[in-house]
């Protein structure tokens, strides 16, 4: 199966986990949805932060130090060579933290849950900053620029967790994107199920616009008739000879 773009065509790209599989970072679903026997609702959570930081940190701190000499693979490759082609008819979207996408040379990018190598303060709101650092056990690490105002605020990965919202300009310019396509959307969710929000979203919009969708997934997921097309198998092996340039 490909995907074939005319010159008018606008790809809007969504992946998740699935696409950074073949690099060797486990999917939630790999793990058997465990980490330590928690369930990731108990460690990706606003409550679980509050509750226990030190716990929430050493899951993160073990997650950093797994992306140690993690590289992209062919899928995100393919994906940097259709926005070389496409330019401004191009958007992806990502709902993985891993930052391969950018690693991989994507530029048109919305990261909608965060980075995982990046963190923030969760009292003060200066800007999140590039932290690789995978604390030691027992290690909660403070803001240190909040201190002043009495106490000092503990800093958080830069990401979204279960029951946060995802922010609001990277919805923007993903539904922008999509209304300025139009009829000639064309959306591929590539290594996400597509069943849950926001990637159950776009195939809607899509199909209200008018546009075609496309899903490259390893299993086929229950909505399978939402998409117009699907690809079963490894997005490492479909992508890089699945877009067609008119
Ligand atoms: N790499 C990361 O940054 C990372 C890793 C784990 C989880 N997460 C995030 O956590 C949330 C839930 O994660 P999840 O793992 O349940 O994700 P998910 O619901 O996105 O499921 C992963 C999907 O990828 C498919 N898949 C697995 N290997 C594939 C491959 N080689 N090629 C194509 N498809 C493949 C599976 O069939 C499954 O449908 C998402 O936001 C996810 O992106 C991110
Ligand atoms: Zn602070």
Redesign the pocket.
């Known amino acids: 199966m490909t995907l074939r773009l005319e010159p008018d065509s606008h790809l809007l790209v969504l ?9 060797g ?7 058997g ?1 465990l980490w330590e026997g928690y369930r ?1 609702e108990e460690v ?1 959570s606003p409550t679980a932060f509050v509750r226990d930081p030190l716990l929430v940190w050493r899951f993160y701190s073990m ?1 950093r130090a797994g992306m140690r000499g993690i590289v992209p693979n062919a ?1 995100h490759h393919a994906l940097v060579e259709v926005e070389r082609r496409l330019g401004d008819r191009f958007l992806l979207v ?7 996408h950018r690693a991989a040379g994507s530029e048109r990018l919305v990261e909608m ?1 965060g980075n ?1 190598m990046r963190s923030r303060c969760s009292r003060c709101d200066r800007p999140a900053f590039e932290d690789t650092t995978a604390y030691a056990p027992g290690v909660a690490p403070m803001c240190g620029r909040c201190k002043q105002a009495g106490y000092d605020g503990l800093l958080r990965p830069d990401i979204v967790w279960f029951g946060e919202a995802i922010p609001h300009d990277a919805m923007e310019r993903t539904e922008a994107f999509m209304q300025r396509a139009g009829a000639h959307l064309r959306f591929l969710a ?7 929000y926001p ?1 159950a979203g776009f195939v809607n919009v899509a199909r209200t616009l008018g546009g075609r969708s496309f899903l ?4 086929a ?1 229950d909505n399978i008739a939402a998409f117009d097309e699907v690809a079963l ?6 992508l890089p000879t699945f877009f067609v340039h008119a």
């Open positions: 992946t998740g986990a699935g696409i950074s599989a073949e690099s970072v486990p999917t939630f679903r790999d793990a949805g990731f990706a997650r899928a990502t709902q993985n933290v891993d930052g391969l849950h995982l590539v290594g996400t199920s597509g069943m849950v990637a490259v997934n390893k299993e997921p198998g490894a997005a490492a092996h479909l």
